[in-house]
């Protein structure tokens, strides 16, 4: 019993030269484990003062029609925070899903697949956003 | 890949609902907000493509589905945010201990409806709304 091959392991390079160790070094840490940890609690601070911005200036707009939103995002500090509040938000949020892909999509495809989609979602938002942010700042039509 | 060893998974945890609770909880308020981006985005564009175009997408921003839409987000907005608060306060170290986190959890519970209420009611009386 003591000789069985595990579950599994018949399918992993039987032949190899390399030495467990050498395997062992080639897939152990890649030295990026607190990264991801620690853009995300920047992220959550930086996102606390911003997100309550945004919608406390939003419900405190007197409309939300054209002429006012757009006087709105002309002002300076609102370019500045809207922009921050997006990249930020994308930021954060990309990091959010990513774990929760990670965690809950099963198989090599569906995964990778999944995590390129949730990397392209959040590119494509902040791109969009901040370009529109910027055209309506620069007084583009 | 040879089967490796891996680390206890949830059910082994004699989870109390409140930590199970708060942190699903976390976690789909989460996701929802990030589905929110796709609003957001929607709407800058449209401010930037237009005064015609803004126009038709404010019709469809407000849409009385959307309406229900606006609602779960600000719900989801003001728990994500407070347990974000809570989660930035255990990083310090302060706060994790059963009973503390018992109560935090409770606390969570009562600051978060509090907050969504309240910006709820705001959202209904502010004037001239309709986008």
Redesign the interface.
């Known amino acids: 019993m003591t000789n069985q091959p595990r579950r599994g392991e018949a399918r992993q390079e039987p032949r190899s030269l390399r030495s467990p160790l050498a395997r062992v070094l080639g897939q152990g840490s890649a030295k990026d484990g607190v990264h991801h940890w620690w853009l995300q609690r920047l992220t959550s601070v930086a996102l606390v003062p911003l997100t309550v911005w945004f919608v406390v200036s939003l419900l405190s707009l007197p409309a939300l029609d054209y002429a006012t939103v757009t006087q709105w995002i002309r002002q300076l500090w609102t370019e500045v925070f809207l922009i921050l509040l997006l990249l930020t938000g994308t930021w954060h949020s990309q990091l959010g899903v990513r774990v929760v892909v990670e965690d809950y999509v099963h198989g090599q495809g569906m995964k990778a697949l999944s995590l390129a989609l949730v990397t392209f979602f959040h590119v494509v938002v902040a791109v969009a956003g901040v370009l529109a942010i910027l055209r309506v700042a620069l007084g583009a039509p | 890949?040879?089967?490796r060893p891996l680390s206890p998974h949830l059910s082994v945890y004699r989870m109390r609902r409140y930590t199970l609770l708060t942190s699903i909880t976390n976690?789909a308020t989460?996701?929802a907000?990030?589905a929110g981006?796709?609003l957001?985005?929607y709407w800058?564009?449209a401010?930037?493509?237009?005064?015609v175009a803004?126009?038709r997408a404010?019709g469809v921003l407000s849409l009385g589905v959307l309406k229900v839409v606006y609602a779960i987000l600000?719900a989801t907005?003001s728990y994500h945010?407070f347990a974000?608060?809570r989660?930035?306060i255990w990083?310090t170290g302060r706060g994790i201990e059963r009973e503390q986190a018992k109560r935090s959890s409770l606390l969570l519970a009562l600051v978060s409806l509090v907050a969504f209420i309240g910006?709820a009611w705001?959202?209904l009386h502010?004037?001239?709304?309709?986008?």
């Open positions: 890949m040879t089967e976690r989460g996701l907000l990030s981006l796709v957001l985005a800058l564009v401010i930037a493509s237009g005064p803004y126009r404010s600000l907005f945010l974000g608060i989660h930035l990083d910006l705001w959202a502010a004037t001239g709304r309709a986008p």
